[in-house]
């Protein structure tokens, strides 16, 4: 994943961690608009969530957060 996608992925996560705590989960779409703007991009984080790390639909945020920081 480019640089920009993973620094608006952690700050999406810091963001829902703030605003409820550190058990909110959130799927891959929570990094994206409702608009379907970047279909390609999309698709680089649905595979990285879903074939390269088998995870599963919801998961917490904190530990999203660190996978990309680490990966």
């Known amino acids: 994943m480019n640089t920009a996608i993973r620094k608006n992925i952690i700050e999406v996560c810091d963001s829902k961690i703030l605003s409820k705590d550190e058990n909110v989960g959130l799927s891959f779409y929570a990094f994206f608009k ?38």
């Open 34 to 71: 409702n608009k379907n703007e970047h279909p390609e991009l999309l698709m680089e984080v649905a595979t990285w969530w879903i074939m390269e790390h088998k995870l599963d639909h919801f998961e917490k945020a904190v530990k999203i957060k660190e996978m990309v920081k680490l990966d």
